[in-house]
């Protein structure tokens, strides 16, 4: 890949600078989608998501719903006490479903971190990290 040739002319200490950066600027873009959650499109698109994971329509999602969604989103990374985590935060009243008031509190912190480490993970499986 390209990355071997640029690994080639600037070396790999400055490679691995100019990887820094990009990750740096992208962890950026990522954040700054996320923050969006609070603005009008953002509570439209969270609405939308839980609607998506709503898999039964009762109005909340439990840890199968929420493992579905995960995985539809294509964060294959996270293992099953992760996941488990995740909604362990998210259940805050404790009745082992996540409602749509809890749903828009934690997913913003959730997809931050994920869509970053999704990111990391395809810019890897593409060859850009290697």
């Excluded at 999602?61 to 539809?72: C, F, G, H, I, N």
């Excluded at 008031?101 to 934690?106: D, L, N, R, S, T």
Aim: cysteine-free.
């Amino acid at each position: 890949p390209a990355v071997f040739a640029t690994k080639a002319v600037i070396g790999e200490t400055e490679l691995n600078k100019l990887r820094a950066k990009v990750i740096a600027e992208h962890t950026k873009v990522i954040s700054k989608f996320v923050d969006t959650h609070e603005s009008k499109f953002g509570q439209i698109a969270l609405k939308k998501l839980f609607e998506a994971a709503d898999a039964d329509g009762n109005g909340t999602l439990d840890k199968e719903e929420v493992r579905a969604a995960l995985l539809a989103l294509g964060f294959n990374h996270l293992k099953d006490s992760q996941i488990e985590g995740i909604v362990s935060r998210a259940d805050v009243d404790e009745n082992e479903v996540i409602d749509f008031e809890e749903f828009v509190k934690a997913t913003p912190a959730t997809l931050r971190t994920n869509l970053v480490k999704l990111a990391k993970q395809n810019g890897d499986d593409l060859g850009f990290l290697i």
